[in-house]
């Protein structure tokens, strides 16, 4: 029961930092809601028993790509101090467009059978994931890290000074 | 109570939430976070049906795209950094105009 309710205070938690990170005035503050809005998935994937993938959210995301957004903000900061204005344009056709995506797949959710009639397993541990990567799924992980490689160059030519 | 619908149901909330984000959104940098959310509903998704059924490979596929949306953040932000340093500022509106 009170487990119940923690996953039901989380989920809302989530659900509100998620808004204010498209809501708030101030870039800064979106930057710092979605940083709450990630802690609060990585205890998620902790309720999900996925221990491991819980830490990896924490390190690089809320760690590494926080980091880079802020530096992002900083970089292409006009005015001085933190107040950096994000401004929306909202208008009715854009709400409906998300809104509409968002009803037709809840409905689709809650009304297939096959989605009620799960049963959690376990998730597997660090060490079954370790072992997938470098087994079943070695190609795909040693494309992925010339990928980063290729992004890390790209980002270093695009960003230079100079003869850009 | 744990029932695959209600992650599921809070990843979708979320990604329309992002959806949104990334539509009304008109400062480059707030765009990119909207991605984020989209990228982490994602991987909320996967984590989700790794723990009801798929197993480990739930988990793989998420550190997949958890390495895959780092890479876009990268890549996105020196576009940013590059776009400011041409036009010294980063909505995207004036970005568009620049294209034509």
């Known amino acids: 029961m009170l487990a119940n309710i923690a996953l039901i205070v989380l989920c809302a938690w989530t659900v509100v930092s998620a808004f ?7 870039l800064v503050h979106g930057v710092f809601w979605l ?9 998620i994937y902790i309720a999900l028993d996925a221990p491991f993938l819980a830490s990896i959210q924490v390190i690089l995301y809320t760690g590494g790509v926080i980091t880079m957004m802020l530096f992002g903000v ?12 994000n401004p929306s344009q909202h208008s009715p ?3 409906t467009v998300a809104g509409l995506f968002g009803l037709t797949m809840l409905w689709a959710i809650w009304t297939t059978p096959e989605l009620a009639a799960m049963t959690p397993t376990t998730s597997g541990s660090a060490d079954e994931i370790g072992k997938l990567f470098l087994g079943q799924y070695m190609i795909p992980f040693e494309a992925l890290s010339v ?8 980002a270093i030519v695009l960003a230079r ?4 | 109570m744990m029932d695959i619908r209600i992650f599921l149901s809070l990843a979708v909330v ?6 949104y984000g990334v539509l009304t959104r008109r400062n480059a940098v707030g765009i990119l976070l909207s991605i984020e959310l989209l990228a982490n509903a994602v991987n909320l998704n996967l984590v989700a049906f790794g723990h009801f059924g798929a197993g480990a490979v739930g988990q793989v596929f998420a550190l997949f795209s958890v390495a895959l949306t780092v890479t876009e953040v990268i890549v996105g932000l020196a576009i940013v950094v590059l776009l400011y340093r041409t036009r010294q500022d980063i909505t995207v509106d004036l970005a568009s105009e620049m294209s034509r």
């Open chain 1, 74 to 85: 900083m970089l292409t900061l006009r005015q001085s101090g933190t107040i950096i204005p």
């Open chain 1, 161 to 164: 000074k100079g003869d850009a």
């Open chain 1, 147 to 154: 990928l980063l490689l290729a992004g890390m160059i790209g």
């Open chain 1, 35 to 43: 940083a709450a809005m990630l802690l609060n998935t990585a205890v």
């Open chain 2, 14 to 19: 979320l990604f329309t939430i992002g959806v």
């Open chain 1, 20 to 26: 204010f990170v498209v809501a708030s005035k101030n």
């Open chain 1, 93 to 95: 056709g854009r709400a």
